[in-house]
């Protein structure tokens, strides 16, 4: 077969396998079995090979046909012509993508970013951490592959300037921690390590946008871990999909057991001894689980937080008026091709929010990488552990 039409093969596979990956992404966004996802996967991406063995098979008949004066798309199937199309349109939305993901940067209400790389393997020499971090779990194997980042965590503190913060709570400082997924192929060991390193940073509050588990019998690693976590303003939690499909009541009492507070549905006002004013924080977990929380009307001039699972939730979050909210569940993609960026990104906006600080007003939406992930495996996208610090305007 020529070179040019083993060129085009290439990319039009490229594309088809983008097109893919946008339709799975929708398809996971709503509450699924887990058989059902699993058969959504599976179906998605056995029809990559699929599709490039069709179309080679055309391909491989034109190329038969070289000689003839009838230009090379008369020559194809009506059906390889359709297949043929959606490899196009899967292209052009790749270069869409790739676009919008090189010429992404953080809002202009950043006024500083600091961040170190923590890899926990060097705290256990002589490739120890193979057997201290790595545990004997399915997809310990995934753990070990050469090159995977999971045991690299990114480490920052970041500074925004957000419009309603009252002058009262200027410098509050809040640590996310998402998307832990106990499982066993990464041990305990580890996620004790990031919570030291989470006490270390000494925020006022501790969040937790879900997905603890992927094992309910590692529900005994909470006191462990979130267990020793404290904060002046108080630990609080909601839970997510893959919590969802385990026995989220048992999760819930663990985690109050331990000292956290249950956002779900609900809408706290906090106050700080030394603020003379309060502030709102809400939990979100739909749509698996429950409803929007119901907030004060907007004429309420409090600022509002909102602790959600899904980035999904930030058109309600902007509907209602939310000064700041906090996601996970995305994990930046997990792997992130050089270039291109992430391409599986479980969320109706696709890879638009993958990870990364969004100004969509009057809401600042930070999405995590999370911790882990059900497959331990990261490229290019780091776990992260993140503490933001909120300044008003008036003091910067």
């Known amino acids: 077969m020529s070179w040019w039409l083993w060129g085009a093969l290439f990319l039009l596979t490229m594309g088809f396998a983008k097109a893919a990956s946008v339709v799975l992404n929708r398809l996971l966004v709503r509450p699924q079995s887990k058989l059902a996802i699993g058969l959504t996967e599976l179906t998605q991406f056995s029809l990559i090979p699929l599709y490039t063995f069709c179309l080679f098979r055309d391909f491989t008949r034109i190329d038969s046909q070289q000689q003839s ?9 009506p059906f390889g012509m359709i297949l043929a199309s959606l490899g ?3 292209f052009l939305l790749l270069i869409y993508s790739t676009i919008a993901y090189q010429s992404y940067c953080p809002p202009r209400c950043q006024i500083s970013d600091e961040s170190q790389i923590i890899d926990f393997r060097q705290k256990d020499p002589d490739n120890s951490w193979q057997t201290s971090l790595v545990g004997p779990r399915p997809m310990r194997r995934v753990a070990l ?6 045991f690299m965590v990114e480490v920052s503190t ?5 419009p309603r913060l009252p002058k009262e709570w200027d410098g509050l400082s809040i640590v996310q921690l998402a998307d832990t997924h106990f499982r066993g192929a990464v041990t305990r060991k580890y996620f004790e390590q990031v919570c030291e390193q989470a006490q270390a940073l000494k925020p006022d509050l501790f969040i937790f946008t879900g997905d603890l588990l992927d094992d309910q019998s590692l529900l005994d690693w909470l006191p462990e871990t ?5 904060a002046p303003l108080g630990q609080y939690f909601i839970l997510g999909n893959h919590d969802w499909h385990l026995d989220p009541a048992a999760i819930r009492e663990e985690f109050e057991r331990n000292g956290w507070i249950d956002l779900a549905e609900r809408s706290i006002p906090i106050a700080s001894p030394d603020a003379g004013s ?3 924080l809400a939990g979100d977990e739909s749509p698996w689980m429950g409803t929007h929380p119901t907030l004060p009307p907007e004429s309420n001039p409090l600022f509002r937080i909102l602790v959600s699972h899904t980035p999904d939730n930030i058109t309600w979050a902007r509907e209602q008026g939310i000064d700041l909210m906090f996601a996970g569940h995305t994990h930046g993609g997990q792997i992130r091709l050089p270039i291109i960026g992430p391409v599986y990104s479980p969320s109706r906006f696709g890879c638009r929010f993958a990870s990364g600080v969004f100004w969509l007003e009057p ?5 995590s990488r999370g911790l882990s992930g ?9 776990p992260e552990l993140i503490k933001l610090v909120l300044r008003t305007q008036d003091t910067v």
């Open 363 to 367: 809401t600042l939406m930070y999405v």
């Open 158 to 162: 970041k500074t925004y300037t957000l």
């Open 374 to 382: 059900r497959e331990p495996i990261r490229y290019q996208c780091v």
């Open 145 to 150: 592959l050469p090159g995977n980042e999971q």
């Open 69 to 77: 004066t009838v230009p090379f798309w008369e020559l194809m199937t």
């Open 88 to 90: 196009v349109i899967g």
């Open 226 to 230: 979130f267990g020793r976590l404290k």
């Open 278 to 280: 309060a502030i709102f």
